[in-house]
């Protein structure tokens, strides 16, 4: 065998590992979005169906009185959900809620950054 036979089959073997390299990335990058769904779920699954409601509104930004229009309820019982949700995560404000939410999704180098 002369060098340039070895040469191509140098190549090859590298083509082939680079090959398995791009699918093993793109299997991890699956994996990663199912751990996000999960941890989402898991995040969710502390509040009640009608505590996830206020959550998520909250979440996209509504305000309570905003809320209170979107789920047709009275300000009091928005106001007793969002005591609750704060209760069960122990934040000082539905913002920083909103923030743990937000840091399920963030890579936890992004975590070391915002914290700092």
């Known amino acids: 065998m002369d060098q340039s036979e070895k040469l191509l089959m140098g190549i090859e073997n590298i083509l ?3 090959s398995d390299l791009v699918g093993e ?6 994996v990663e979005e199912e751990c996000k769904i999960l941890k989402k779920k898991v995040f ?3 509040f009640t169906k009608a505590e996830q409601r206020v959550f998520a509104l ?3 930004g509504h305000s ?3 809320i209170q229009g979107i789920l047709h309820k009275e300000e009091c019982t928005i106001k007793n959900q969002r005591k609750s ?4 995560l122990n934040p000082s404000s539905m913002t920083e809620a909103v923030q743990q ?7 936890p180098s992004q975590k070391l950054i915002h914290t700092s």
């Open 44 to 46: 969710m699954n502390q």
């Open 85 to 88: 949700i704060l209760k069960k």
């Open 58 to 60: 909250a979440i996209d």
């Open 16 to 18: 082939s590992v680079a």
């Open 101 to 107: 939410f937000q840091n399920l999704h963030q890579e």
């Open 64 to 66: 309570i009185s905003e």
């Open 25 to 30: 990335v793109a299997r991890l990058k699956s």
